[in-house]
C-alpha cells in the first residue's frame, strides 16, 4: 500500500534525522519566504468552517511535512521572470492534494500513525476521514482554479485520477507475482511521480517559461518522482525494524511486490521464495526467506542501478536549463532525496 | 446520512413507481436524444483502463439513474443557440460528481445496496470503494476542464468541497437538538442542492447566456435541489416501511434531524420525545415516540409549507425566462421531483 512509501516520506518530510532534514532546508533557500507563506495559507483554511470540520482540517494541516513538492513547485517557477503569485498558489494545491491522499492512503490502510501523530480515522472514524479527504482533495482543486491556467488545471485533475488509479492497481497487484517492471513503473508513477511532475511543470507553465523548459522541468520532476519512489522501496529492505520504525520487508509481508521483489522473481522464475509467498500469503517462514532473497545485495545493487538511471535523467533534465540558484536547488534537492548522483 | 436522501433519489432516479418514471421521461423529451449520448460516454470510460477498475467502473456506471442532474444542464443549455458540445461534456461531469459521491457515500454508511445493487464496498471492500471514488471525483474534473471555462470549473470544485462539508456537518450534527433550521439549510444546499444549483448554472454559463439568465437558472436549480431534498426528508416520515423499502423514520433513527424533527422541536422545546431521543439514542420506544411526533399533520403541513416555498421560488426563477420547450420541461420537472405545484 501507499502507506510504505507515504510513511518514508513522511520521515523525510519531517525530519527523522538530521542530515537529511538540514539538507532539505538547505535545498529549499531561494524559496523560504516563499515556503512559509504557503505553510501560513495552508494554516488558513481552517478558518471560518463549522467547528468540527475545522477541528478535523487543522489536525490534518498541522501535520504538513517539509513541503517537498511546494517548494519544486516555487523552483520550478523561477526560470522566467514573474511575481511568484501564482506558482504560490500553486505550491499551496499541490501540498493539498498531497496532504489528502495521505488522509484516504490512511483510511484505506486502517493506518494509526502518520508523521507522529493519530491519523484522522483512528480518531474521529473513518467515515470522516473519507469526507475530509474530499473536502481537501476539493480545496486543492479550487486552489489551482484560482491560476487560471486550464492546462495546469486539467493535469491537476489528472494527477488525482493517476493517484488514485495507482493504488488501485497496487491493490489489484498484490501478491501477483507475475506483475512485470513495466507494471511496477506504471504504478509508481500513478502513486508518486504523476503528482512529483505535476509539481515541477505547474510551477513551469504558470512562470511563463518555453515550452522546452517546461518539457524539461516536467522530465525533471517525473524522473525525481520515480527515483524517490524506487528509492524508497529499496529502504524497506535496508536497516534493521527498530531503524526504519517498522518491520522490514514490509510492503512484501502486505503483499506489495516492488523493484526488489520483482528482480528477484526475473532471476529464477521456477523456485522463488517470493512466488511461494504469493502462493502462501502469511506464512511467515516463507515470508522471511522472501526477503532474504530481495536484500540479497546483487538484487539492491540491481534495483539501485534503475534508480540512480532515473537520478541522472533528472539531473539531465536541468542541465538544460540555464543555471540559477533554483536550478542549483532542484539539483541538490534530487541528492538530497535519492541519496545518490550517477 | 446522505444515503437517505440518496436512496430516495435513486429510487426516484431508477423508475420505483411508473407515474414518476415516465414523469421524468416526458420531462426530458427535449434532450432525450442528448441524455443518450450522454450516457454513451459515461459507459466508454471503463475502456483502456486496468482490469480491476475498468470492472469497477462497469459496475458504478451501470448504476446510473435517470439522470436528473445531466438534464438539468442540458435543458439550462436551451436559452442561447449554441451547438451544445459543452453542455453535453459538463452534463458527464455533473452525473459523475453525483455517482462519486454516492460511492462515497455508500462506503461511509456502509451500505450494501445501491439501486437494487451490490455496492462497490460490499463487493469489493470499502478500500476500493474509497479509491474509486477518488477516480471517478477526479475524471469528473478532467471533463470540466473539456469545457474550457474556469468560471465554471471553479464552481465545479466548490460544489465538491460543499457536499462534502455537507455530510461532515450532517455527521457532525448528530443527535443535536440544539440545531437550527438554518443549520439544516446549509447541510442539505451542501449535500444536495449545490450540486443542482452547479447543474443548472454551468448548463447556462457554458451556452452564453446573459448574467441575468445565468442567474435566473442558479436560482432555479438551487431552489429545486432544496425543495427535493426536504420532500425527500418528509417522505422518510411517510408511507410505511414496506413502501419505503426501509424503515419510516430511517433519518431519526441515526439521529439525523430534519426539518420535520426541527419543527417538532421548535414547537415544544421543553417535554419532547426527539429531544428524549437525542438524549437516549438507541432506545425503541423514544424512537416510536419521536417519528410520531414529526408525522403529526401539522408537522408535515409545515415542513410541506416550506418545501412549497422553495418549489414556488424554482418555479418564479423560470418565469424569467423566454419560453420555449426546454423552460417547460424545467417547470414539468419541478412537479414531477418535488411533487406539487404552488
Chains 1, 2 share one sequence.
Not at 10 to 27: E, F, P, Q
Not at 248 to 270: H, K
Not at 322 to 333: M, V
Request: glycine share 8%; hydrophobic share 40%.
Amino acid at each position: 500500500m501507499h502507506t510504505e512509501a507515504a510513511s518514508r516520506q513522511a520521515g523525510l518530510d519531517s525530519a527523522d534525522t538530521t542530515k537529511t532534514s538540514s539538507g532539505i532546508v538547505d535545498a529549499y533557500a531561494p524559496v523560504a519566504d516563499q515556503l512559509l507563506r504557503v505553510r501560513a495559507r495552508l494554516l488558513e483554511l481552517a478558518d471560518g468552517q463549522s467547528p468540527f470540520l475545522a477541528e478535523l482540517l487543522v489536525h490534518v494541516l498541522d501535520t504538513t511535512g517539509k513541503g517537498i513538492r511546494p517548494a519544486i513547485t516555487l523552483l520550478s517557477s523561477w526560470f522566467h521572470p514573474n511575481d511568484g503569485t501564482r506558482a504560490e498558489t500553486m505550491a499551496v494545491a499541490v501540498e493539498l492534494l498531497h496532504l489528502a491522499s495521505l488522509v484516504h492512503d490512511d483510511t484505506v490502510d486502517n493506518a494509526l500513525i502518520r508523521r507522529g501523530k493519530a491519523t484522522v480515522g483512528s480518531i474521529w472514524g473513518r467515515n470522516a476521514a473519507v469526507l475530509v479527504g474530499d473536502f481537501i482533495f476539493a480545496t486543492s482543486a479550487v486552489f489551482v482554479c484560482d491560476t487560471g491556467n486550464v492546462r495546469v488545471i486539467r493535469r491537476f485533475s489528472e494527477t488525482i485520477r493517476e493517484l488514485s488509479s495507482g493504488e488501485l492497481d497496487e491493490m489489484a497487484g498484490a501478491y501477483n507475482y507475475r506483475g512485470t517492471r513495466e507494471d511496477y513503473f506504471k504504478r509508481i508513477y500513478g502513486k508518486t511521480a504523476s503528482l512529483f511532475r505535476t509539481s515541477s511543470e505547474s510551477g513551469a507553465v504558470l512562470s511563463g517559461v518555453s515550452d522546452d523548459q517546461v518539457s524539461a522541468l516536467n522530465d525533471y520532476g517525473y524522473n525525481l518522482g520515480m527515483a524517490f519512489q524506487i528509492a524508497d522501496d529499496i529502504l524497506d529492505f535496508q536497516g534493521s525494524a527498530e531503524e526504519a520504525g517498522k518491520p522490514v520487508g514490509n510492503d512484501l509481508s502486505q503483499g506489495v511486490l516492488t523493484l526488489p521483489a520483482i528482480i528477484a522473481i526475473e532471476r529464477n522464475p521456477e523456485d522463488n521464495p517470493v512466488i511461494a509467498l504469493c502462493r502462501r500469503p502469511g506464512d511467515p517462514e516463507v515470508l522471511a526467506a522472501a526477503v532474504e532473497l530481495c536484500q540479497d545485495s546483487s538484487v539492491m545493487d540491481e534495483a539501485s542501478a534503475v534508480a540512480d538511471r532515473y537520478t541522472w535523467l533528472a539531473l539531465e533534465s536541468l542541465a538544460q536549463l540555464e543555471r540559477n540558484t533554483a536550478r542549483d536547488s532542484l539539483e541538490e534537492l534530487v541528492t538530497v532525496l535519492v541519496g545518490r548522483r550517477s
